[in-house]
């Protein structure tokens, strides 16, 4: 028998809190000089109760090639990947409109 979401009440397998929880998030993608200016992107805003911030992380390391953690709510990549981070936030299924680059 399959798992019941606690949220909506559907089956895992057709339950959509994670689809609604990314469309009204708000975003900020901003780049941060650290130590011997290294760029870091920095993602903001995501809510982390409703999206499985860990597995974002993962995907968004795996399609830049590049390095990167999540840390209070904050995902933090090495490099400069703004322009990038939107695209791929955008494939994911974030709405374009709710990610703003500063």
Same mark, same amino acid.
């Given at each position: 028998?399959? *798992?019941? @979401?606690?949220? @909506? ?7 959509? @809190? ?13 780049? *941060?000089?650290?130590?011997? =200016? ?6 903001? =805003?995501? %809510?982390?109760? *409703?999206? %499985? ?6 995907? !968004?390391?795996? /399609?830049?090639? @590049?390095?990167?953690?999540? /840390? %209070?709510?904050?995902?933090? !990549? ?8 939107? *695209?791929?936030?955008? $494939?994911? =299924?974030?709405?374009? $409109? ?5």
């Amino acid at each position: 028998m399959s *798992e019941i @979401c606690s949220t @909506c009440g559907l089956p895992k397998e057709l339950c959509v @809190c994670e689809t609604i929880a990314k469309e009204n998030q708000l975003i900020e993608v901003t780049i *941060e000089k650290r130590k011997f =200016g290294k760029q870091y992107t920095i993602i903001m =805003g995501i %809510d982390t109760k *409703e999206i %499985d911030i860990d597995q974002l992380v993962k995907k !968004l390391k795996g /399609k830049f090639a @590049c390095g990167g953690t999540a /840390k %209070d709510g904050k995902i933090e !990549l090495q490099g400069q990947h703004k322009q990038r981070v939107r *695209e791929a936030l955008v $494939e994911m =299924g974030f709405a374009p $409109e709710t990610i703003i680059l500063k």
